[in-house]
């Protein structure tokens, strides 16, 4: 068995499995890292993500447009996010309460339209893998790399992209300064609860893209709390990366590594118990967080609310 596990053919399958699972990881941890450096922690990910998987799933079902359904998600997540920045921002309520609220119903929501809407588990076809003339033919490289769906290709170009925009444009320069010391932030004429807006409206749009990363494009099905705590992964996975784009790409390629490794030791028969395997992601993020949040140091105004001196 162990040997079957360390084959070529097999240890393509990880890692091209563990590039395409990577892909929610990357599209909720890094809307969570602009939010984070603008001082604002977001524990309802996971609901957002939760709503933009049915949103997403429902719409391309009932249409049969995938970019619909896309776009159903982003909307879904822009406006739980919003909703998440006025009771933050407006409101000043503390945050990992609000989150926690907010994930109880996209969870509770979800669950409910499911229900009420669908009532049975159905599939749809997904977005499909691009073939790349050339580079997908190359052996092994081409199946890990270059085999995989529009969505996968467009969560790892999302890191390049925000690593730019937080560290060498006016607007991030905004953001990290927000997070760090608002009360500066605001004295040069930086709108505080407008730069939050933005990081946690964004965030929101892209947890939604995650949830429908994994309906319409990783799984291709809707079903009761498919996300199995993700976002709460996605969040850890922003201390594992200390805020940074490039680290938070480490973290969740890791995540979906392992996670890729307990599929496929559940798909050869290995005989490790299949409680035991599910467990291996989980168990990760708690030694990971241990090890690595006392070493890092968060934005000076995470969780702190903003209150302007008049």
């Known amino acids: 068995m162990i040997t079957e596990l360390l084959s070529t053919t097999v240890l393509i399958g990880i890692l ?56 159903a998600a982003m909307i879904v997540g822009a406006a739980m996010g919003l909703a998440m920045a006025f009771v933050t921002v407006n409101l000043r309520a503390q945050q990992g309460i609000s ?23 159905e599939t ?18 081409g199946e890990i790399f270059f ?11 999302l890191v390049p992209l925000a690593w730019f925009v937080l560290n060498k444009t006016t607007l991030g320069l905004k953001i990290r300064a927000v997070g760090e010391n608002p009360d500066a932030a605001d004295s040069l004429g930086v709108s505080v609860a407008r730069v939050r807006y933005f990081t946690i409206i964004l965030g929101g749009t892209l947890s939604g893209i995650a949830g429908a990363s994994l309906s319409i494009a990783l799984l291709n ?30 973290g969740a390629l890791l ?3 392992v996670n890729s490794l307990q599929l496929w030791i559940q798909v050869l028969g290995i005989p490790v118990p299949s409680d035991i395997a599910v467990m291996m992601p989980y168990v990760l993020t708690i030694l990971v967080l241990v090890a690595t949040v006392s070493r890092v140091r968060a934005p000076s105004a995470l ?5 302007r001196d008049d």
Do not use: H
């Not at 995989?148 to 170009?157: F, P």
């Open 255 to 257: 995540f979906s590594m």
């Open 303 to 307: 969780t702190k609310p903003f209150e």
């Open 221 to 250: 099905v809707f079903q009761q709390n498919m996300t199995s705590g993700l976002g709460f992964i996605a969040v850890a996975l922003v201390y594992f990366g200390a805020w940074k784009p490039v680290g938070v790409l480490g």
């Open 16 to 71: 091209a499995s563990g590039i395409r699972l990577a892909t929610p990881y990357l599209y909720a941890a890094i809307g969570e890292t602009f939010g984070q450096k603008s001082g604002v922690l977001n524990l309802g990910v996971e609901g957002q993500m939760l709503l933009g998987c049915f949103a997403a799933f429902y719409v391309a079902l009932t249409t049969g447009n995938l970019w619909l359904g896309l776009l």
């Open 124 to 141: 749809v076809k997904g977005f499909q893998r691009i073939y790349i003339p050339g580079l997908s033919d190359i052996p092994g490289i």
């Open 147 to 157: 085999n995989q769906n529009i969505l996968v290709y467009g969560a790892y170009l």
């Open 99 to 121: 989150g926690i609220g907010f994930y109880l119903f996209g969870l509770g929501m979800s669950d409910l339209l499911f229900q009420r809407l669908m009532g049975t588990v």
